[in-house]
């Protein structure tokens, strides 16, 4: 009942509309992404998860047929394998509860997706990695001889720890703080604030007012902010308004400085476009300061 009114709120228009209907092929680059795009440490999640899976089933299901007059017949080696069955007997309840929580988060985004709400996304999946690493220890102690745990478990983060380095050095870490806090530190009264990409996607408008609103200051973006991105339709009417020359000439007129912000790009046609745009505002502007990351630019122009 506390739900209702957000979910009538949500169906008015999502802001997450963005974000494309997921298809299977999503569900498993979800899994992929979460073993950092290691096939072989999925595959050994899954079978651990796997293992973890039969030794629930298998336990209730030997329970019930020990009930019976048949159970002793049907379910004969499947103990050997693994722990004693008084252990297993508490793995049921977990164990569905883990499954639960592993795939009822998946198969509803999914399924709501597909209609004008979408919220299938690895970053809101994210939740689903607890669950699924709590079912991978549940298969390796659902083994019966310590010797094979142990091995198993070494194996795995092995094979987790060796995709570490590779994650971290390819990684693109966008390093809004520091920009934002210099952006601050430079803006003058009457300045204008310029941010490109402002897509959603891309998100540069909303990565520096994070950083204005979390650590107040003079610097904020004006109403006229070419590709301005709008908080209340969540979205951006014209994104490359940003990069247009004659657009950026007439801002220029109404401030003192251009503050020109660029971000993570999504092709070469929007590098193309930024790069364009800067040697425009190099060319008609004098470039007073600068400071440049891995993947974000602050150039400051008097007009």
């Given at each position: 009942?506390?739900?209702?009114?957000?979910?009538?709120?949500?169906?008015?228009?999502?802001?997450?509309?963005?974000?494309?209907?997921?298809?299977?092929?999503?569900?498993?680059?979800?899994?992929?992404?979460?073993?950092?795009?290691?096939?072989?440490?999925?595959?050994?999640?899954?079978?651990?998860?796997?293992?973890?899976?039969?030794?629930?089933?298998?336990?209730?299901?030997?329970?019930?047929?020990?009930?019976?007059?048949?159970?002793?017949?049907?379910?004969?080696?499947?103990?050997?394998?693994?722990?004693?069955?008084?252990?297993?007997?508490?793995y049921l309840p977990i164990g569905l509860a883990l499954l639960c929580?592993?795939?009822?988060?998946?198969?509803v985004s999914?399924?709501?997706?597909?209609?004008?709400?979408?919220?299938?996304?690895?970053?809101?999946l994210v939740t689903i990695v607890p669950p699924l690493l709590l079912l991978v220890g549940m298969g390796l102690s659902s083994l019966r001889w310590q010797t094979l745990k142990l091995i198993l478990a070494l194996v795995i983060c092995a094979v987790a720890l060796?995709?570490?380095?590779?994650?971290?050095?390819s990684a693109q870490v966008e390093d809004w703080n520091s920009t934002s806090f210099w952006?601050?530190?430079?803006?003058?009264?009457?300045?204008?604030?310029?941010?490109?990409?402002?897509?959603?996607?891309?998100?540069?408008?909303?990565?520096?007012?994070?950083?204005?609103?979390?650590?107040?200051?003079?610097?904020?973006f004006t109403k006229d902010t070419p590709g301005a991105f709008s908080w209340t339709t969540f979205s951006s009417m014209n994104p490359d308004a940003a990069v247009d020359p004659t657009v950026l000439a007439a801002y220029a007129t109404k401030h003192p400085h251009i503050i020109f912000i660029v971000g993570r790009l999504p092709d070469n046609m929007s590098v193309a476009r930024a790069h364009q745009a800067q040697n425009w505002l190099d060319t008609h502007y004098h470039l007073t300061d600068q400071i440049v990351t891995r993947t974000v630019t602050v150039r400051i122009y008097a007009t």
């Amino acid at each position: 009942l506390l739900i209702i009114p957000l979910l009538l709120v949500s169906l008015q228009g999502p802001k997450t509309g963005w974000l494309p209907i997921p298809h299977s092929r999503e569900v498993f680059n979800l899994f992929l992404a979460i073993s950092g795009y290691s096939k072989m440490y999925l595959l050994m999640l899954a079978a651990a998860c796997l293992i973890a899976l039969v030794a629930v089933i298998g336990s209730y299901l030997s329970e019930s047929a020990r009930a019976s007059s048949w159970g002793h017949k049907r379910f004969p080696s499947f103990y050997p394998l693994f722990t004693r069955r008084e252990n297993l007997r508490q793995y049921l309840p977990i164990g569905l509860a883990l499954l639960c929580w592993l795939v009822v988060p998946v198969a509803v985004s999914y399924l709501v997706s597909q209609g004008s709400v979408r919220f299938f996304s690895i970053r809101y999946l994210v939740t689903i990695v607890p669950p699924l690493l709590l079912l991978v220890g549940m298969g390796l102690s659902s083994l019966r001889w310590q010797t094979l745990k142990l091995i198993l478990a070494l194996v795995i983060c092995a094979v987790a720890l060796y995709a570490v380095p590779y994650y971290y050095g390819s990684a693109q870490v966008e390093d809004w703080n520091s920009t934002s806090f210099w952006v601050e530190q430079h803006y003058q009264a009457g300045d204008g604030l310029v941010c490109y990409d402002n897509a959603v996607q891309q998100g540069c408008q909303i990565s520096v007012e994070y950083y204005f609103h979390a650590y107040p200051g003079a610097a904020h973006f004006t109403k006229d902010t070419p590709g301005a991105f709008s908080w209340t339709t969540f979205s951006s009417m014209n994104p490359d308004a940003a990069v247009d020359p004659t657009v950026l000439a007439a801002y220029a007129t109404k401030h003192p400085h251009i503050i020109f912000i660029v971000g993570r790009l999504p092709d070469n046609m929007s590098v193309a476009r930024a790069h364009q745009a800067q040697n425009w505002l190099d060319t008609h502007y004098h470039l007073t300061d600068q400071i440049v990351t891995r993947t974000v630019t602050v150039r400051i122009y008097a007009t």
